[in-house]
Each structure stands twice: as structure tokens, then as C-alpha cells.
């Protein structure tokens, strides 16, 4: 998996997100917004992901698009993230747009290493995901949810469930008594992925400790 930095490498503030190899595209861009959101000193560290539904599921799950089913190589992936974070003067967050997000939030409950996590627009409808969360316990404090407020308006079965299971995830971390938030943006899926995902990072960057 290559990895592609963006910002100042020296600061303390390291972000890690799965992208897709469009994404690389505007990966600059998200990190100019995410220091002008957040007002500190970042490197966004984007892990380009080649195979999407299998390197970034958590588990075996069949086909929601087109013909490729999900795989269960999140675990690989977050071990080979988990290597890449080798300085203990640095602060670790990961942050994942879409599957990414789904990724990013099961991640915390795999793992304590990271200082906080942002699952945007997360695809939370993934069979039994929400369950997982009830039955097991994050290992962040700090997490942030974030989903278009048009995305559950299709007429897709499956795609519909996503506002009502990330409102189940927001409560479920409530109960847990995590720090955590879940913010609305203007539109569907894939209105403006670089300033949201901005957002998220800005919010934990603020709120973390």
C-alpha cells in the first residue's frame, strides 16, 4: 500500500486516511482546508487503497453495487497502518470518507493508538455493523460521525438504512459514554468529500485531550 503525505512532516499531528486513487487528486487541497479549519500544523498521511471493498471490510458481506462482493481485509490494512505509526512523540488520527469511514470507525474499537477517529458519510448501512458496536466496546474517546443530509433519501433499500443506522451508532456511543458528535451537511453522498472530511479532522483536532 503507498502512502502520500501532504503538509508539514515535522508537526505532531498526523492524519491517516484510506483513499481511493481518484482521491489523491484533491488529497493537497483536503490538507490546506483541514489547517485552515483547524488552525494547527498537519500532515495528512492518505494510504492508497487498490482493492476498495476488500481491503477496507471488516468482515465477508455480498454485493450492494455492481457484482464485486466485500471481502474482510480490514484487518490486514490496519496493521499495515499501525506500522506506518512508529513515533511515539506524534498523536495519531484516522479519518475515512465512505467505506473508508465505515473502516475508520471500526477501527477504534480494534485498537487504542489512535487519539481519535472521523467516519464521514460512513457506510454504516454494512451488514451487522451497528450490532458489532452495541456488543463491543470503542477504544477512542474521541469520534466523530458526520453524514449528508440527502443520503438516506434514495430509493435504494439498503443505501435508505444509513441515516437511521448512524443515528443508532451516535446513540450507541452516547451510551458508551464516548465524546462524540454527529453533524449533518447539505447533500448527498458525494457533495464536497474534501471540506467534510475537513470538518471531521478539524473537530477532533479540537477536541481530542
Same mark, same amino acid.
Given at each position: 500500500?503507498?502512502?502520500?503525505?501532504?503538509?508539514?512532516?515535522?508537526?505532531?499531528?498526523?492524519?491517516?486516511?484510506?483513499?481511493?486513487?481518484?482521491?489523491?487528486?484533491?488529497?493537497?487541497?483536503?490538507?490546506?482546508?483541514?489547517?485552515?479549519?483547524?488552525?494547527?500544523?498537519?500532515?495528512?498521511? @492518505? =494510504?492508497?487503497?487498490?482493492?476498495?471493498?476488500?481491503?477496507?471490510?471488516?468482515?465477508?458481506?455480498?454485493?450492494?453495487?455492481?457484482?464485486?462482493?466485500?471481502?474482510?481485509? @480490514?484487518?490486514?490494512?490496519?496493521?499495515?497502518?499501525?506500522?506506518?505509526?512508529?513515533?511515539?512523540?506524534?498523536?495519531? =488520527?484516522?479519518?475515512?470518507?465512505?467505506?473508508?469511514?465505515?473502516?475508520?470507525?471500526?477501527?477504534? =474499537?480494534?485498537?487504542?493508538?489512535?487519539?481519535?477517529?472521523?467516519?464521514?458519510?460512513?457506510?454504516?448501512?454494512?451488514?451487522?455493523?451497528?450490532?458489532?458496536?452495541?456488543?463491543? /466496546?470503542?477504544?477512542?474517546?474521541?469520534?466523530?460521525?458526520?453524514?449528508?443530509?440527502?443520503?438516506?433519501?434514495?430509493?435504494?433499500?439498503?443505501?435508505?438504512?444509513?441515516?437511521?443506522?448512524?443515528?443508532?451508532?451516535?446513540?450507541?456511543?452516547?451510551?458508551?459514554?464516548?465524546?462524540?458528535?454527529?453533524?449533518?451537511?447539505?447533500?448527498?453522498?458525494?457533495?464536497?468529500? /474534501?471540506?467534510?472530511?475537513?470538518?471531521? =479532522?478539524?473537530?477532533?483536532?479540537?477536541?481530542?485531550?
Amino acid at each position: 500500500m503507498q502512502i502520500y503525505e501532504y503538509g508539514d512532516r515535522d508537526t505532531r499531528n498526523i492524519l491517516i486516511q484510506p483513499v481511493d486513487r481518484r482521491e489523491l487528486a484533491s488529497a493537497e487541497h483536503e490538507a490546506a482546508l483541514i489547517k485552515e479549519l483547524s488552525g494547527a500544523d498537519i500532515c495528512l498521511a @492518505a =494510504f492508497a487503497v487498490d482493492r476498495w471493498n476488500s481491503e477496507l471490510s471488516p468482515w465477508d458481506a455480498p454485493a450492494v453495487f455492481g457484482g464485486e462482493d466485500f471481502g474482510s481485509g @480490514a484487518a490486514q490494512t490496519l496493521e499495515e497502518i499501525l506500522s506506518y505509526m512508529n513515533r511515539s512523540d506524534k498523536r495519531y =488520527f484516522l479519518g475515512g470518507y465512505s467505506l473508508a469511514g465505515l473502516f475508520a470507525l471500526w477501527a477504534v =474499537f480494534r485498537t487504542d493508538r489512535f487519539s481519535g477517529t472521523a467516519a464521514v458519510s460512513p457506510s454504516v448501512w454494512f451488514p451487522d455493523f451497528t450490532d458489532y458496536m452495541r456488543e463491543n /466496546e470503542p477504544l477512542s474517546d474521541c469520534i466523530y460521525l458526520s453524514l449528508g443530509d440527502r443520503e438516506e433519501r434514495t430509493k435504494h433499500l439498503i443505501m435508505s438504512q444509513v441515516g437511521n443506522a448512524v443515528r443508532e451508532c451516535y446513540g450507541i456511543l452516547q451510551e458508551k459514554n464516548r465524546r462524540c458528535t454527529l453533524e449533518w451537511n447539505s447533500g448527498n453522498h458525494f457533495k464536497e468529500p /474534501e471540506l467534510r472530511m475537513a470538518k471531521g =479532522f478539524a473537530w477532533l483536532l479540537s477536541n481530542e485531550g
